[in-house]
């Protein structure tokens, strides 16, 4: 079954598209979380960022950067978020990997709530997390 993003693609749905190039699409988001709301969508659907081969996902990011130009010469941004959610649990709606590009004109026009668990963690508990993730490398 295709993706939302892949009828877009293929303009069986319509989207108010910025960029296109063989190997990207950039269209507004329709939920528009913010004034400029951008995706970044490779036209190949990989789910997430597990599966998507790093050459594509070099040249996503690249498109990622010129959309992120492009909006704040646009709408004079004072900053912007760019953001992938991967899997139900980080938030992902839309199985088909892409980067949003969130511009921010205030700091509480979009709120992400992240914790600070410094206080928490011990030493050794950063020690052991820093080396699980080396020796998966
Ligand atoms: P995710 O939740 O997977 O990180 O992001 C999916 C995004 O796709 C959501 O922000 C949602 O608003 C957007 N979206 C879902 N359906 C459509 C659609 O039909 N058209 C457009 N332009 N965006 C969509």
Redesign the pocket.
């Known amino acids: 079954m295709s993706t939302?993003f892949e009828k877009?693609i293929a303009r069986e749905?319509p989207?108010h598209i910025v960029y296109e190039d063989e190997l990207v699409i950039s269209?507004?988001?329709?939920?528009q979380a913010t004034e400029g709301h951008t995706?970044v969508v490779p036209k190949k659907a990989y789910a997430t960022i597990f599966e998507i081969p790093d050459d594509l996902l070099a040249h996503t990011i690249k498109i990622v950067k010129k959309i992120s130009n492009a909006c704040q010469k646009a709408f004079h941004v004072e900053g912007l978020n760019i953001l992938s959610?991967n899997g139900t649990i980080a938030?992902?709606?839309?199985f088909h990997f892409?980067f949003?590009v969130i511009p921010r004109f205030s700091d509480q026009d979009v709120i992400f709530k992240m914790s600070n668990r410094m206080n928490e963690v011990t030493t050794d508990t950063y020690k052991k997390r820093a080396l699980l993730i080396k020796e998966a490398l």
């Open positions: 939302i877009i749905i989207a269209f507004l988001d329709i939920s995706l959610n938030g992902q709606t839309v892409h949003h």
